[in-house]
């Protein structure tokens, strides 16, 4: 149990971080799962290339939603360079738990909504 | 009276090897049966036996181990007939399980008699296997695709019946047993309706013909569809059964071997039932596998599959009711088949069904392919139990303390 939710990841589930929307954003863009119904939306603020501001709105299992959550917390203040080196593996060594292949989509539902909003790549991150 | 049936269970159990196996240090616990259910080992002999002994293609050739899989795989029809009291084991279509079975109905029966100003009428209770072939038909044909409502509490409303169901209707399609609410559906009563206006009827007996007896004469449908794989069989097969005058009349599913009487280059005449159905080869050791399986079903007395599904889900319906946050999807028990799909506050069902999986407790959770119902809630998805013939009140205990569990770790 503690290998798939440990404090961290219920505490960014129970507490998320830049849960909700922002006035004005330049980037916003909204995915699901399909199957399980996960829904997210990320919304950002971009000047020169660089994250200033972030948000994001959703509903679905702790993973998923925890991962959003800390993602918002590294994505401020980094460019969209940066942002386009992150992969798969980057989140799963974020999160810090072994995941198997269902619950995969879940911990990848942020960076896949990532991607498609920043530069329309509409796979699932590999 | 309690104990009597889990030790009858416990030896039934002792049958399915899986069963014996843990999942995380601890004993399995099987709770994901209307998903697909566990097979036991006179299916898997069965079968085994098939391929080593017994495997060539069937209808074909008159060498010694073609007629003995042709033996094995029309007996098996012949059973599936006995076991839902078919007339003939000719209305017995092998397909590849009830979504095959729905969409070989909407793509020969369909085409051959649905157009503009026709209805289908289906229910906002039915699997995506019943709703998608008839949406994806609609678009080709210009019916229209009409919906009996559920009421809050999971049943049918059946108030407006008699205005949904009307002279324009063609076909009402309907579960028998919602793999959702597990609310069995009256059809004496739905039939009855439909034959008041000339409509076909189509039963989904997935949840149904793996739980309880079924009758196809007695329920009267002009089709009946369900898997093997939720019924101890294996994957891949499953049956439709139809009324001989509409399957004589419609037009064939696939075309290819097997299904032609006589084939030029200009033209070819259709083999006669079930053949004009089953073109190109088809799943011989599975089917051989459902045989067995029905045998299985057979010995163990699908009277008391019922009973004990029955007893298990009304204890299972107070034990769950009093773990603090579950809220239950369907009607009261004596209304449902054996299942339970409930929500257990907010945490999703994903997240549940991985603290229960620790514990070795295998469960569904997500829209079950029926987003209508979850709509009809508000809610994205479930977490569903569902029982067989092996699970213990035992089992239901283990489930409703692991979700006491669950509900602390994220409350």
């Not at chain 2, 007629?67 to 094995?72: F, G, P, R």
Request: glycine residues 8%; charged residues 20%; aromatic residues 8%.
């Amino acid at each position: 149990m503690e290998a798939l939710y440990r404090e961290a990841i219920l505490d960014h589930y129970k507490h998320p971080r830049r849960k909700g929307h922002l006035d004005a954003p330049d980037i916003q863009y909204h995915d699901h799962n399909p199957f399980c119904g996960d829904e997210l939306t990320i919304e950002l603020k971009v000047e020169d290339g660089v994250v200033v501001d972030a948000a994001f709105d959703g509903r679905g299992c702790a993973i998923s939603q925890a991962t959003a959550s800390m993602i918002m917390e590294e994505i401020v203040g980094l460019s969209v360079d940066e942002l386009k080196t992150w992969d798969k593996q980057y989140i799963l060594d974020m999160l810090g738990i072994e995941i198997g292949p269902v619950r995969l989509k879940c911990a990848l539902l942020s960076l896949k909504v990532l991607k498609a909003g920043l530069w329309g790549l509409e796979e699932w991150p590999e | 009276m309690q104990a009597t049936v889990n030790d009858r269970t416990t030896e039934l159990a002792a049958q399915f090897p899986i069963l014996q196996r843990e999942v995380h240090g601890k004993r399995l616990v099987y709770l994901d049966n209307a998903a697909s259910s566990q097979k036991p080992t006179a299916v898997l002999d069965v079968m085994e036996r098939y391929y080593r002994q017994s495997n060539a293609n069937v209808h074909r050739g008159v060498h010694t181990l073609s007629e003995e899989a042709t033996t094995l795989y029309e007996d098996a029809r012949v059973r599936l007939a006995g076991f839902i009291n078919a007339p003939s084991d000719k209305q017995i279509i092998f397909t590849r399980g009830t979504t095959e079975g729905i969409n070989l109905v909407a793509h020969t029966w369909g085409r051959a008699n649905l157009g503009p100003g026709d209805e289908v009428l289906i229910t906002q209770m039915e699997h995506h296997s019943n709703i998608v072939p008839w949406q994806i038909l609609r678009d080709q044909l210009g019916f229209t695709l009409r919906y009996i409502p559920i009421t809050p509490l999971g049943e049918l409303d059946l108030r407006e019946l008699d205005v949904l169901l009307n002279a324009r209707t063609k076909l009402l399609s309907f579960v028998h047993a919602s793999n959702v609410l597990g609310t069995v559906n009256p059809v004496p009563q739905l039939v009855q309706a439909a034959r008041q206006v000339g409509a076909k009827v189509l039963i989904d007996g997935a949840q149904s013909v793996p739980h309880m007896p079924i009758d196809v004469q007695e329920l009267d449908a002009d089709f009946f569809v369900f898997s093997s794989h939720k019924m101890c069989g294996p994957t891949g097969v499953g049956v439709l059964y139809g009324k001989r005058d509409l399957l004589e009349e419609m037009p064939p599913f696939m075309g290819g071997g097997d299904m032609i009487r006589s084939v030029t280059m200009t033209e070819s005449r259709w083999n006669t039932l079930p053949y004009k159905f089953e073109a190109g080869t088809p799943a011989i050791a599975e089917v051989i596998g459902l045989g067995a399986a029905v045998d299985f079903l057979t010995d163990v007395g699908m009277g008391w599959i019922h009973a004990h599904e029955q007893m298990l889900t009304r204890y299972a319906y107070e034990r769950l009711s009093q773990v603090e946050g579950l809220r239950i999807l369907g009607p009261e028990p004596e209304k449902r088949g054996g299942l339970i799909a409930f929500t257990l506050g907010d945490i999703h069902p994903h997240d549940i069904s991985a603290v229960l999986d620790m514990d070795g407790i295998a469960i569904r959770a997500g829209h079950h392919c029926a987003q209508p119902v979850h709509d009809c809630y508000n809610i994205a998805a479930s977490a569903r139990a569902s029982f067989y013939l092996y699970n213990t009140t035992e089992d239901v205990d283990l489930l409703a303390e692991s979700l006491e569990k669950a509900h602390k770790l994220f409350g």
